[in-house]
């Protein structure tokens, strides 16, 4: 029998709010960087640190933050991330330095990685697969998609009114609010399986490897592909990862499952995933930089900006679940990439030197649909046949792969953007090369099997069998 949270609606609004603010904080500092830039004292060089700080310890640490949740228990890490995040958060908003605010944001990386993993895996167990897991999922996901552009409308409005400082102390009584609430809303931890420990060889070379990875491409935009820093991090880290690949093979309790590759959902999930983040994620980064740098638009018209875009986005999230009830994961993927890219090559002509919010329009209308309708199907796609003790590490693997397309896209897209003719030109060019490689993503859709409600395996609360996973309904899409 599937056992749920005592509230189930309201422990998924806490999921979801959950999913809200990690989210925010990818896009929240966008708006407020210039101004923070300005009172801190970055250097031109070191600001992109504000971001890619984050970036680097959320995509990082997320294997060990998946893997901790599935064997010490979710809702312990859910709260301890929370703490952590809300720690660091509060030293973000009091940071006077440089190296003090990276810190604070690299600390927030950490504590995004313990809660996402957490959290999805909350989702995926509480609810079994089919039509209530699928609506789950797109609660979850409107939330966490959403958080993807509203960030940047909070931000402004926050900045406008309160300073840079504020994008960073709002996060506080959030997540202390959240942290409380996991008590009453989530369900209990069992006690630690002692039976099953770290892999701790796997621990270090994999955080490690996954680090200096996104570390290293990081780097690329401010120091080339060819700079010794980028080159030699890079040769670590695949170095690193190539050791935690033969430590998992051999190891009785792995930090991530090697049979979970070859899975015939996740594994090509995974690479959709990282076309997502490679490209349309990025993408708000670019119309970022359109509305401020080539419009003028001031913090708080740029975050007003995105208004358009989170509602676009919030009814992506709701066609999603009926989508994928009615043709499937696999088709809803296709779809949601065909819009993703085409709402981006729309973008990409809009985005010219004497343009308006009303050149763009077209463009956020067709993209955000196409963002919220593939930010919950790619990850049903990937929780899709995974049995519950392992919905953490899968939670875990799928946004590593986010991350790591994160950092790759954006560096290439922004040495596209620096080889082009003006800021317009040079942000048209990035919109437009991802536009086009946004479609890869439906080479790895093609792989998946086609099917309406999922497959079985993914278990209820504490590694029972959901009922709805008993059968494996299958369609052709």
Same mark, same amino acid.
């Given at each position: 029998?599937?056992?749920?949270?005592?509230?189930?609606?309201?422990?998924?609004?806490?999921?979801?709010?959950?999913?809200?603010?990690?989210?925010?904080?990818?896009?929240?500092?966008?708006?407020?960087?210039?101004?923070?830039?300005?009172?801190?004292?970055?250097?031109?060089?070191?600001?992109?640190?504000?971001?890619?700080?984050?970036?680097?310890?959320?995509?990082?640490?997320?294997?060990?933050?998946?893997?901790?949740?599935?064997?010490?228990?979710?809702?312990?890490?859910?709260?301890?991330?929370?703490?952590?995040?809300?720690?660091?958060?509060?030293?973000?908003?009091?940071?006077?330095?440089?190296?003090?605010?990276?810190?604070?944001?690299?600390?927030?990386?950490?504590?995004?990685?313990?809660?996402?993993?957490?959290?999805?895996?909350?989702?995926?167990?509480?609810?079994?697969?089919?039509?209530?897991?699928?609506?789950?999922?797109?609660?979850?996901?409107?939330?966490?998609?959403?958080?993807?552009?509203?960030?940047?409308?909070?931000?402004?409005?926050?900045?406008?009114?309160?300073?840079?400082?504020?994008?960073?102390?709002?996060?506080?009584?959030?997540?202390?609010?959240?942290?409380?609430?996991?008590?009453?809303?989530?369900?209990?931890?069992?006690?630690?399986?002692?039976?099953?420990?770290?892999?701790?060889?796997?621990?270090?070379?994999?955080?490690?490897?996954?680090?200096?990875?996104?570390?290293?491409?990081?780097?690329?935009?401010?120091?080339?592909?060819?700079?010794?820093?980028?080159?030699?991090?890079?040769?670590?880290?695949?170095?690193?990862?190539?050791?935690?690949?033969?430590?998992?093979?051999?190891?009785?309790?792995?930090?991530?499952?090697?049979?979970?590759?070859?899975?015939?959902?996740?594994?090509?999930?995974?690479?959709?995933?990282?076309?997502?983040?490679?490209?349309?994620?990025?993408?708000?980064?670019?119309?970022?930089?359109?509305?401020?740098?080539?419009?003028?638009? $001031?913090? /708080?018209? @740029?975050? !007003?900006?995105?208004? &358009?875009? +989170?509602?676009?986005? #919030?009814? %992506?999230?709701?066609?999603? =679940?009926?989508?994928?009830?009615?043709?499937?994961?696999?088709? $809803?993927? /296709?779809? @949601?990439? !065909?819009?993703?890219? &085409?709402? +981006?090559?729309?973008? #990409?002509? %809009?985005?010219?030197?004497? =343009?308006?919010?009303?050149?763009?329009?077209?463009?956020?209308?067709?993209?955000?649909?196409?963002?919220?309708?593939?930010?919950?199907?790619?990850?049903?796609? #990937?929780?899709?046949?995974?049995?519950?003790?392992?919905?953490?590490?899968?939670?875990?693997?799928?946004?590593?792969?986010?991350?790591?397309?994160?950092?790759?896209?954006?560096?290439?897209?922004?040495?596209?953007?620096?080889?082009?003719?003006?800021?317009?030109?040079?942000?048209?060019?990035?919109?437009?090369?991802?536009?086009?490689?946004?479609?890869?993503?439906?080479?790895?859709?093609?792989?998946?099997?086609?099917?309406?409600?999922?497959?079985?395996?993914?278990?209820?609360?504490?590694?029972?069998?959901?009922?709805?996973?008993?059968?494996?309904?299958?369609?052709?899409?």
């Amino acid at each position: 029998m599937m056992r749920f949270a005592p509230k189930p609606g309201l422990s998924l609004a806490l999921l979801a709010f959950s999913s809200l603010i990690t989210s925010l904080d990818f896009t929240i500092v966008y708006v407020a960087l210039p101004e923070l830039v300005r009172d801190v004292g970055f250097s031109e060089g070191s600001a992109q640190w504000v971001i890619s700080a984050y970036a680097v310890f959320f995509g990082g640490f997320l294997l060990l933050g998946g893997r901790s949740g599935d064997l010490l228990g979710r809702r312990r890490m859910f709260v301890l991330g929370m703490v952590a995040f809300g720690g660091a958060s509060l030293l973000g908003g009091l940071a006077t330095s440089p190296g003090a605010l990276v810190a604070a944001r690299a600390i927030q990386g950490v504590g995004a990685a313990i809660v996402f993993p957490a959290t999805l895996a909350q989702v995926n167990t509480m609810f079994g697969e089919g039509r209530r897991r699928l609506r789950a999922l797109g609660v979850w996901a409107m939330a966490g998609a959403g958080g993807l552009s509203a960030g940047a409308l909070l931000g402004g409005l926050l900045t406008h009114a309160f300073g840079w400082e504020a994008v960073f102390l709002v996060n506080v009584p959030l997540v202390v609010a959240a942290a409380a609430a996991a008590f009453w809303l989530l369900p209990a931890d069992g006690p630690v399986d002692r039976g099953h420990g770290y892999d701790l060889p796997g621990v270090v070379t994999g955080t490690a490897g996954a680090t200096l990875l996104v570390y290293s491409i990081a780097e690329v935009p401010d120091a080339g592909w060819t700079s010794p820093r980028v080159v030699v991090g890079a040769a670590l880290a695949l170095g690193l990862l190539a050791a935690f690949l033969a430590v998992e093979a051999r190891s009785r309790s792995p930090l991530m499952p090697l049979r979970l590759l070859r899975d015939r959902d996740l594994a090509p999930a995974l690479a959709i995933i990282f076309v997502f983040g490679a490209t349309m994620q990025n993408v708000v980064y670019f119309l970022t930089l359109y509305f401020q740098d080539v419009l003028g638009y $001031t913090a /708080l018209r @740029a975050g !007003l900006a995105f208004l &358009g875009l +989170s509602v676009v986005i #919030a009814l %992506g999230n709701f066609v999603a =679940g009926r989508l994928m009830l009615r043709i499937g994961i696999r088709g $809803t993927l /296709l779809a @949601a990439l !065909l819009l993703g890219a &085409g709402g +981006s090559a729309l973008l #990409a002509a %809009g985005m010219v030197a004497d =343009g308006s919010y009303l050149t763009v329009l077209a463009g956020i209308v067709v993209y955000g649909m196409g963002m919220g309708t593939i930010y919950p199907t790619q990850f049903a796609a #990937a929780a899709t046949g995974v049995d519950a003790r392992e919905q953490g590490i899968a939670g875990g693997m799928a946004n590593t792969a986010m991350q790591i397309g994160v950092g790759v896209g954006l560096a290439v897209l922004v040495g596209v953007a620096a080889s082009g003719t003006g800021s317009a030109g040079g942000l048209r060019a990035a919109v437009t090369v991802s536009a086009g490689l946004t479609l890869l993503g439906g080479i790895a859709a093609l792989a998946l099997p086609g099917r309406s409600g999922g497959a079985p395996g993914a278990g209820a609360a504490g590694g029972e069998p959901a009922e709805a996973g008993r059968s494996r309904s299958v369609a052709r899409s």
